[in-house]
């Protein structure tokens, strides 16, 4: 089957580092997706992977292992704006739908 | 430029009622996606519609939904005999290239039945 695991909450404090991470089991895997959702607005993108290895975007970097079914986002410098939901989703199957991962609720505290 | 645009922002209605829920996907993009949100969940993935290919329907909970794409822009999904567990943020996404591309959401439509 399908599954996706991802910590339901998450606090860090300002200015510092945070790793959320993810790991699934998807058939037909085709890369992985982060998205950040800000209570009562829509998803935004913020990193794709379907290589191994880690990708840095600013003060946001995302890592994959395809081996392990593994992968994390590194947020750093943490401001309180990250505030937020970080989703993690599989790309499956022969359509490359996305399979969510229920979120990670991330509070920044001063 | 213009996003992803959906329509009712908000829905209220009936045990039993039929609803449409509408969407504008962003000029130019290939692709359309529908997801689910109940509260505190993620995503559920419910259709996608890439150009003239048929969709995959795989994540429609029942056969009181149905989703159409016409002219390859706008999409409806419609829910019929809705139910209390039917309530939901639904969601709406578009995106320029087959998946897996960056998908851009719409803002949703918050379905409630009473």
């Known amino acids: 089957g399908q599954n996706i695991d991802q910590p339901t909450e998450m606090t860090a404090t300002e200015g510092a580092i945070v790793q959320i991470n993810c790991t699934y089991q998807?058939?037909?895997?085709?890369?992985l997706f982060w998205y950040q959702q800000h209570a009562g607005e829509a998803p935004t993108f913020l990193s794709y992977?379907?290589?191994?290895g880690l990708e840095e975007k600013g003060r946001f970097s995302s890592f994959l292992s395809r081996s392990k079914g593994y992968s994390y986002l590194l947020l750093k410098e943490l401001q309180m704006k990250d505030s937020a939901s970080y989703l993690c989703a599989s790309v499956s199957g022969g359509y490359n739908k996305l399979i969510f991962g229920a979120g990670t609720r991330l509070a920044v505290h001063p | 430029g213009a996003g992803v645009s959906q329509s009712p922002s908000n829905k209220v209605t009936e045990k039993g009622k039929d609803v449409e829920l509408r969407c504008d996907p962003i000029s130019g993009h290939t692709a359309l996606y529908w997801y689910r949100q109940s509260l505190g969940q993620g995503l559920e993935f419910l259709i996608y519609?890439?150009?003239?290919?048929?969709?995959?329907k795989s994540g429609l909970p029942s056969d009181r939904f149905s989703a159409e794409r016409t002219g390859g822009s706008v999409s409806t999904l419609t829910i019929q005999r809705t139910q209390q567990e039917d309530s939901a943020v639904y969601l709406c996404?578009?995106?320029?290239?087959?998946?897996?591309?960056?998908?851009?959401f719409g803002p949703g439509t918050r379905l409630t039945v009473l």
């Open positions: 998807t058939s037909g895997f085709n890369g």
């Open positions: 519609f890439q150009g003239n290919s048929a969709p995959d």
């Open positions: 992977n379907v290589l191994d």
């Open positions: 996404a578009s995106s320029l290239m087959p998946s897996p591309d960056e998908q851009f």
